[in-house]
């Protein structure tokens, strides 16, 4: 058993006046990462568990991000992987630190990989764990971790554990053999006079799934959250993370990705088995710098492909030329053949559009015939210049089938801005927004709108979503931002109405775009670990 331990709380969470960091002398972490085992001679090796390495680097960058404010020699972080995490190697690097902590150290472990519960104890698999003898190829957590913490001089310790309950059986797509931690086993470690929070990422019975949207764990990407300080929900009011919120915020989140998120059938609930009255305060996030209004919208990430002016016209069907009253009927409904129609009826419009904005621009842009490009098809076409790309359709207007509508899209290219008194002539106030289409966006509808209620109390506007067709708008100022998530795309439209107008107000706005656009400001730059992307075969 362990030895007793004096420990002071409030000298242990003595921090800096206000707000500041923890009076940790050092911070010592050891993060092992095993997602690929070593083959045995016979039979197979242990499921491979995607992106624990990811997990573990993320982990890595973690720790030094939020301990900052103490000398680098004074944050150390082991990473061990595959294999360099054999058996062997890992009880020694455990032995070791641990044997060497001092005091008012703060020691983290974190595990990302398989394991079980057997032979003794919990127990965590290493690179050369093997199936047909467990016991002796697998770390014991008691007496490998902690029964060596509580024998130390180190009074306080974190222990972050991503693995599940599945007895080496089938292939899943999960971390699936630890077989029911013994939470009664770490709690005979809680009243021995020091500090002890150990998080699991599931509860007996249970699997710790991966999110591919997320690139990690489902438990270990909110793990990552909290610690960097971006969930605020997880943070007392002053701002500090501690035991007891952490623990909340994780029994909270991952079920609820789960649920919302994912199609996952099965349950996921974080435990938490931590001493004391659940203050332990692990570190103090600061508050976000206050963010330009002009930048509010910088951290919402998006990988957009096109972007473009868009312009829409809309009429009644009976009202254009070649509609007969008393031979032709105003549709009622939505149709292919009334769509088309409108396309017959539209054609020599468009074509005639078409051709007197080809003459102008040859004119205004000073080309040749060879400089300029322009289709045409029934109802549709478009003209490339050197300095835009103009294209326009037509047809039935979904939102009344007794309207047609014209649609006008407009593309600048690099180097439009030599040709902006061409431009400016060519087309006045022929638009109405700015159009950012996007392949995908970092955040789930959810996280969009909630993201936009941040920023509504933090500059002021008004939000207003519709999950039935996924769309959410920000307005402030006479600018409105609509993110449309079903049609991957966000609308900007302001009070201006000219065409170089709306490019210069959009030009103002940071966005969180993923590659550059002549038509908007240059993109956001990366503001730290963000929810990734990837796949996961296991987990």
Same mark, same amino acid.
């Given at each position: ?13 003595? @921090? ?20 690929? +085992? ?30 900052? !404010?103490?000398?680098?020699? #004074? ?20 032995? +070791? ?59 306080? @310790? ?11 059986? $089938? ?16 709690? $005979? ?16 019975? $249970? ?35 501690? !035991? ?68 829409? /016209? ?9 509609? &007969? ?7 009622? *409904? ?43 098809? *029934? ?25 047609? +509508? ?7 290219? *690099? ?17 109405? *927004?700015?159009?950012? $289409?996007? /392949? %995908?966006?970092? !955040? ?25 067709? &996924? ?12 993110? #449309? ?11 201006? %109405? ?25 993109? @956001? ?15």
């Amino acid at each position: 058993m362990a030895r007793n331990k004096t420990l002071n709380r409030a000298e242990k969470h003595e @921090a800096s006046e206000g707000a500041g960091q923890q009076g940790f002398g050092r911070v010592v972490a050891i993060i092992v990462a095993l997602e690929n +085992y070593r083959r045995p001679s016979s039979g197979d090796a242990l499921p491979s568990v995607a992106f624990a390495h990811a997990d573990a680097d993320a982990i890595g960058d973690a720790v030094r991000e939020i301990f900052t !404010d103490m000398l680098p020699d #004074d944050v150390i972080v082991e990473t061990i992987k595959d294999g360099d995490a054999s058996l062997v190697a890992v009880r020694d690097q455990l032995s +070791y630190t641990i044997r060497n902590l001092s005091e008012d150290d703060l020691f983290i472990f974190y595990y990302a990989g398989h394991g079980f519960h057997g032979s003794g104890g919990n127990r965590l698999s290493t690179y050369d764990t093997n199936r047909t003898n467990i016991g002796g190829t697998s770390l014991l957590m008691r007496d490998d971790l902690l029964e060596p913490l509580a024998e130390s001089a180190c009074k306080q @310790a974190l222990v972050f554990v991503d693995a599940c309950a599945e007895q080496f059986r $089938e292939v899943v797509e999960s971390r699936d053999v630890i077989a029911n931690l013994d939470v009664e086993e770490v709690e $005979e470690f809680l009243d021995s006079g020091w500090y002890l929070g150990v998080f699991l990422s599931c509860s007996p019975g $249970e699997k710790s799934y991966p999110a591919a949207k997320l690139g990690h764990g489902i438990w270990t990407h909110f793990l990552l959250e909290a610690l960097s300080g971006r969930a605020d929900r997880a943070l007392t009011r002053d701002r500090w993370l501690t !035991d007891g919120g952490l623990r909340d915020y994780l029994c909270q989140e991952v079920p609820r990705f789960i649920t919302r998120e994912t199609s996952i059938r099965g349950t996921q609930t974080p435990q938490a088995i931590v001493s004391g009255s659940n203050s332990f305060r692990i570190h103090y996030a600061p508050p976000p710098p206050a963010v330009p209004a002009d930048a509010a919208l910088a951290g919402i990430r998006l990988r957009n492909n096109s972007e473009y002016l868009e312009g829409t /016209e809309t009429g009644a069907i009976q009202q254009l030329d070649g509609f &007969q009253r008393g031979f032709h009927k105003v549709p009622t *409904q939505l149709s292919d053949s009334a769509d088309s129609w409108c396309h017959r009826l539209l054609a020599e419009r468009v074509a005639e559009e078409l051709q007197e904005l080809y003459q102008s621009a040859r004119t205004a842009l000073g080309a040749r015939r060879r400089d300029l490009r322009k289709e045409e098809e *029934q109802g549709a076409g478009d003209l490339d210049t050197p300095a835009f790309r103009y294209i326009v359709e037509s047809g039935q207007n979904p939102a009344d089938p007794t309207e047609y +509508y014209i649609k006008r899209r407009l593309e600048l290219r *690099q180097g439009w801005a030599a040709h902006r008194a061409a431009i400016d002539e060519l087309f006045g106030n022929e638009f109405q *927004q700015l159009v950012i $289409e996007f /392949e %995908s966006m970092d !955040d789930t509808f959810d996280d969009l709108v909630e993201r936009l209620e941040d920023i509504r109390d933090e500059q002021g506007g008004d939000v207003d979503d519709d999950d039935r067709h &996924q769309r959410v708008s920000y307005r402030r100022e006479g600018v409105t931002f609509t993110f #449309d998530l079903r049609r991957r795309r966000l609308e900007i439209s302001f009070g201006q %109405s000219g065409t170089l107008e709306l490019v210069d107000a959009a030009q103002k706005f940071q966005l969180g775009i993923g590659r550059s656009s002549p038509m908007l400001a240059a993109p @956001a730059a990366s503001d730290g670990p963000r929810r990734l992307k990837g796949a996961r075969t296991s987990h």
